[in-house]
């Protein structure tokens, strides 16, 4: 040992960590750095917000247990809601289909009247749709729209809904 005291490590008082391993050396130094009261501050703010957090995980955990039991009692009606409106779907595409041959068949058979119902519907729609103006660009516009649903309406091509 009298060797060692010849070394730069003896000069430093180094040698009085030679038990302790590298990780608890450095825990000592920080130790004589820290304010021990800002550490205990900490600790117990630590456990302040541990405790807010275990509160709240319980509050999100009967929560979903609540609305599991909800979910599994309103399940059935629910599909139940779904198949209705599914069969509802289909029901309504039926019936515009059925509306769409009747319009394609009236158009075939009574195609000026066929025309002028066409005619009046659009201006309805128009005047439903905007405030009425007495001008001559109403009467172009619906005019515009006249022709644009003429092509459409030929026979064997699709009518759109209106």
């Known amino acids: 040992m009298e060797d060692n005291k010849d070394t730069p490590e003896s000069d430093f008082g180094i040698e009085c960590f030679q038990n302790y391993t590298a990780p608890e050396v450095f825990i000592q130094g920080l130790a004589g750095i820290v304010n021990q009261q800002d550490v205990e501050t900490m600790i117990r703010a630590q456990k302040h917000m541990l405790q807010r957090f275990e509160k709240t995980n319980e509050m999100l955990t009967n929560c979903n247990a609540l609305s599991a039991?909800?979910?599994?009692?309103?399940?059935?009606?629910?599909?139940?809601?779904?198949?209705?409106?599914?069969?509802?779907?289909?029901?309504?595409?039926?019936?515009?289909?059925?509306?769409?041959?009747?319009?394609?068949?009236?158009?075939?058979?009574?195609?000026?009247a066929y025309t002028e119902a066409l005619r009046s519907s659009v201006a309805e729609e128009c005047e439903e749709d905007e405030p009425v103006n007495s001008g001559d660009n109403d009467i172009q516009e619906l005019e515009v729209q006249l022709e644009g649903r003429s092509i459409s309406d030929k026979p064997g091509t699709q009518i759109p809904h209106t």
């Open 69 to 112: 039991s909800r979910l599994k009692m309103i399940g059935p009606e629910f599909k139940e809601h779904i198949k209705l409106l599914q069969e509802m779907k289909k029901d309504l595409e039926y019936i515009f289909k059925k509306i769409r041959t009747v319009k394609s068949k009236l158009s075939m058979q009574y195609p000026e």
